[in-house]
């Protein structure tokens, strides 16, 4: 696949705006819609914003490092863009649908790359209980939250609430406890891809829970359905040499 057409995009930070700047007077500019390569400059976070935002354009993906934490990203060189695309390989990723019910009865959807993540609101430990497919797993879960994370969201919230890192072609999800009290010693489950994971929130009048799907928060739950959406493609580009699935290797070996 050539690549002639390319959309710079960029975070509003300077050094990411200087290099939108530089790399569009050097191989033109064209609107992302009408370009067959959307170039996103900034970090991790800017890179799901970019994916959130195009996602309806199904436009492969090439991220360059410009900003804080660039695990989504590869490095930011100024020479060859148009044979280092095309060089590059493709991975493609499926979103998380989060089906949310609030307290005053509407229901809210949206989409998570990452990870949906239910969350305690108060001071108070959320009860929550768990179902996969239909059958009760856990009857009561007494955390600060719990969330539920594609292979690529692995590494980045999920990991540092001690979640297991994923490989890209696993097909599962994981289902990771924050601070679980009760009971203490859960850690967690791999469950398959094609899995419906279903949270109904206990005492939600007295323990009020959110549910974030990576940007979109929903306030108040008392249910909330999670499952993978495979009708929608998201393709990420990535240098040959440092390609994500040997990024999240490494990552379960990182010091």
């Not at 974030?212 to 990535?238: K, Y």
Request: aromatic share 6%; glycine share 6%.
């Amino acid at each position: 696949m050539t690549f002639s057409r390319v959309a710079f995009v960029a975070s509003d930070t300077d050094q990411a705006s200087d290099s939108l700047k530089v790399l569009a007077g050097r191989y033109g500019q064209h609107a992302p819609a009408d370009a067959d390569v959307i170039v996103a400059l900034g970090g991790d976070g800017f890179m799901l914003e970019t994916l959130h935002n195009y996602l309806h354009l199904g436009k492969p993906i090439f991220g360059m490092h410009r900003g804080s934490v660039g695990f989504l990203m590869n490095s930011y060189r100024e020479d060859e863009l148009p044979p280092r695309l095309e060089q590059s390989e493709q991975v493609t990723l499926h979103p998380l649908r989060m089906t949310a019910l609030a307290r005053d009865g509407k229901t809210y959807e949206a989409l998570a790359i990452n990870e949906v993540s239910m969350l305690r609101q108060t001071r108070q430990a959320a009860k929550i209980r768990i179902f996969i497919d239909g059958r009760e797993r856990m009857n009561e879960l007494a955390c600060d939250g719990v969330l539920v994370c594609t292979p690529a969201g692995s590494s980045a919230y999920n990991l540092s609430v001690h979640g297991p890192v994923l490989p890209l072609d696993a097909n599962v999800l994981a289902l990771t406890p924050i601070s679980a009290f009760r009971p203490r010693r859960w850690r967690g489950a791999i469950v398959p891809h094609t899995a419906t994971v279903r949270f109904d929130m206990l005492e939600e009048d007295k323990r009020p829970v959110s549910a974030v799907a990576d940007r979109d928060e929903v306030r108040d739950v008392v249910q909330v359905t999670v499952r993978e959406d495979r009708s929608i493609p998201i393709r990420l580009l990535f240098d040959r040499e440092h390609n994500l699935q040997e990024r999240i290797l490494a990552e379960q070996f990182a010091p």
